[in-house]
């Protein structure tokens, strides 16, 4: 089975801290990696990284993916309690969709 | 609106009943996935289908059974055969064979499973 690591598995943070988050993946078929955060229920999607070195912007989140180094990071800068989730990272296979998941890190951003 | 539909939020059952949740999809989606969440774990696939009538089995299907009749629907069925069922679930679709950047998954709300 494919791996993908997250880390930390958890962090906490004051509001306007600056976060990064970790994600490293198995290199066997890979297609792209994702992103998604989970508040309560439904995991919303947040960036698709499919070349190195590309960064990716919304917002204040932002994410990159090495793919020599086989790991992607997230950052989010100036963060706000509503920052508070479970960030998700997953690596796509082949062309159909499916996802291998990280176990997430729980952020906790205090006011 | 288009989006993914589950149901029941929330599911009580007794050990060795089986039960199924429910999964429908308006985005025209043709791939659909279910997934198990358990504390500390992610996400885990049980079971894919890529087109209707025909599915294939996750990383971790012992104890379900699915159904993909039509597109717009992949029900899930937990069996009394499953050993440790409690867990959050998760539905997924995708837009399938695709050669762009669009094939991210988009999920359900979940359906919480207790059995007790």
């Known amino acids: 089975e494919d791996k993908v690591v997250q880390s930390p598995l958890s962090l906490v943070v004051h509001e306007g801290d600056t976060v990064t988050l970790n994600c490293s993946y198995e290199v066997t078929n890979f297609r792209s990696l994702l992103w998604y955060k989970q508040e309560k229920k439904a995991p919303t999607f947040l960036f698709m990284l499919?070349?190195?070195?590309i960064e990716k912007k919304s917002g204040r989140l932002s994410s990159i993916l090495d793919k020599k180094e086989l790991f992607s990071i997230l950052n989010i800068t100036a963060t706000q309690t509503g920052d508070s989730a479970i960030y998700l990272c997953a690596k796509e296979s082949d062309s159909w969709g499916k996802l291998q998941f990280g176990a997430g890190t729980q952020v906790v951003v205090t006011p | 609106d288009g989006g993914i539909t589950q149901s029941p939020k929330y599911l009580f059952r007794k050990e060795g009943q089986n039960v199924t949740l429910s999964c429908e999809q308006n985005l025209n989606h043709d791939a659909m996935y279910w997934y198990r969440q358990d504390p500390g774990q992610g996400l885990r696939l049980i079971y894919y289908s890529q087109i209707v009538n025909d599915f294939q089995k996750g990383d971790i299907a012992e104890g379900y059974s699915v159904s993909r009749e039509k597109k717009e629907s992949f029900p899930l069925t937990v069996t009394s055969a499953q050993k440790n069922p409690t867990a959050f679930y998760l539905c997924?679709?995708?837009?399938?064979?695709?050669?762009?950047?669009?094939?991210?998954?988009?999920f359900g709300q979940g359906t919480r499973l207790t059995v007790v």
């Open positions: 997924a679709s995708s837009i399938g064979l695709a050669t762009g950047d669009n094939t991210e998954a988009f």
């Open positions: 499919t070349s190195s070195g």
